[in-house]
T-cell receptor
Framework: AQTVTQSQPEMSVQEAETVTLSCTYD???????LFWYKQPPSRQMILVIR??????QNATENRFSVNFQKAAKSFSLKISDSQLGDTAMYFC?????????????FGKGTLLTVNP | GAGVSQSPRYKVAKRGQDVALRCDPI?????LFWYQQALGQGPEFLTY????????KSGLPSDRFFAERPEGSVSTLKIQRTQQEDSAVYLC?????????FGSGTRLTVV
């Protein structure tokens, strides 16, 4: 079974600065997907960024980028130029690309607070 | 609709009461999922539908939990004889196969 670990229960950052959220995972699979989701107080899980394990290039979406280290099973999220609207819970998640490629396995989340 | 709609947004149930939670997925989305998110935790998989077929119910915590999607569109998650440990946010998501779209969930509180 896959596990996802987020070791930072809470983080804070000043507006306009950069913050990195950590995520490690454990799997015996070679092909899989990794995700970062944002959950604001509205509770809706919003996809921030997605990475395919077979791609060596790190995914980037505007101010959000990842550092994917497959050998180390590490998948950190970097948020540049932090904005007040980035305040939310952030969840790292894993999905197999094989037979059970529909289940998401989530970490426990990191509460990010962006301070003015 | 434009997004995944869940109702009710909040539900308070007395212990032992039965509850039904509704999910209206994005039109045309074949796949539908239910997740349970306990306080301070990440969501955990409950069950998966492809059209009206329930292909995986391995995450349902007990036989008090039952999900259906009779016409391959709207889905209902039913919990019988609710217990305090059932208190959680229940998230529904639908997918075309590339990515999930989540609803805003139903927060169930069992008192």
């Amino acid at each position: 079974a896959q596990t996802v670990t987020q070791s930072q229960p809470e983080m804070s950052v000043q507006e306009a600065e950069t913050v990195t959220l950590s995520c490690t995972y454990d799997t015996s699979e070679n092909n899989y997907y990794l995700f970062w989701y944002k959950q604001p107080p509205s509770r809706q899980m919003i996809l921030v960024i997605r990475q395919e394990a077979y791609k060596q290039q790190n995914a980037t979406e505007n101010r959000f980028s990842v550092n994917f280290q497959k050998a180390a099973k590490s998948f950190s999220l970097k948020i540049s130029d932090s904005q007040l609207g980035d305040t939310a819970m952030y969840f790292c998640a894993f999905m197999n690309s094989g037979g059970s490629n529909y289940k998401l396995t989530f970490g426990k989340g990191t509460l990010l607070t962006v301070n003015p | 609709g434009a997004g995944v709609s869940q109702s009710p947004r909040y539900k308070v149930a007395k212990r032992g009461q039965d509850v039904a939670l509704r999910c209206d997925p994005i039109s045309g989305h074949v796949s539908l999922f239910w997740y349970q998110q306990a306080l301070g935790q990440g969501p955990e998989f409950l069950t998966y539908f492809q059209n009206e077929a329930q292909l995986d119910k391995s995450g349902l915590p007990s036989d008090r939990f039952f999900a259906e999607r009779p016409e391959g569109s709207v889905s209902t998650l039913k919990i019988q004889r609710t217990q305090q440990e059932d208190s959680a946010v229940y998230l529904c998501a639908s997918s075309t196969g590339y990515g999930y779209t989540f609803g805003s969930g139903t927060r169930l509180t069992v008192v």
